[in-house]
C-alpha cells in the first residue's frame, strides 16, 4: 500500500511560483509512474503532468508546459512540482496520483492511476 501526502499549496499572485512535493510511504513508490492532476469545482480532473519511474521521461499538459516541471527524487520518496508564470486559471485543488502498472507509459487519464493523496489548493490571485 502506497499513501501520498501533497504539500506546498497556498496563495500567490499572478506570475509567481509555486513547489508543491508528494511524498509517499512505501517501498515499491519508487517502481510507480506519478502525476499531478488539478481540479476545480463543478469540473473533471484534469491532467497536468506525469513522469516515469526513473524521472527519465515526462509529460506536460500543453496548457503548463514551459512552466511547470515534475520531477523526483526516489530516495526521499517524493515527486516535486515546480510552477512558475503562475496564472489565475491555475487556480485548483492539486492532488499527486500514483500507477502501480509496469512500464514506463505515462497516461492522463485519472482511473489509471492506483493511489492519490488527499490535495493542496492553490490560489493564484490576478
Known amino acids: 500500500q502506497v499513501q501520498l501526502v501533497e504539500s506546498g499549496g497556498g496563495l500567490v499572485q499572478a506570475g509567481g511560483s509555486l513547489r508543491l512535493s508528494c511524498a509517499a510511504s512505501?517501498?515499491?513508490?519508487?517502481?510507480?509512474?506519478v502525476a499531478w492532476f488539478r481540479q476545480t469545482p463543478g469540473k473533471e480532473r484534469e491532467f497536468v503532468t506525469g513522469?516515469?519511474?526513473?524521472?527519465?521521461?515526462?509529460y506536460y499538459a500543453d496548457s503548463v508546459k514551459g512552466r511547470f516541471t515534475i520531477s523526483r527524487d526516489n530516495a526521499k520518496n517524493t515527486v516535486y512540482l515546480q510552477m512558475n508564470s503562475l496564472k489565475p486559471e491555475d487556480t485548483a485543488v492539486y492532488y499527486c496520483?500514483?500507477?502501480?502498472?509496469?512500464?514506463?507509459?505515462?497516461?492522463?487519464?485519472?482511473?489509471?492511476?492506483?493511489?492519490w493523496g488527499q490535495g493542496t489548493q492553490v490560489t493564484v490571485s490576478s
Open positions: 496520483a500514483a500507477d502501480r502498472s509496469p512500464g514506463v507509459a505515462i497516461t492522463t487519464a485519472s482511473d489509471e492511476y492506483n493511489y
Open positions: 513522469i516515469s519511474w526513473s524521472g527519465r521521461r515526462t
Open positions: 512505501g517501498r515499491t513508490f519508487s517502481s510507480y509512474t
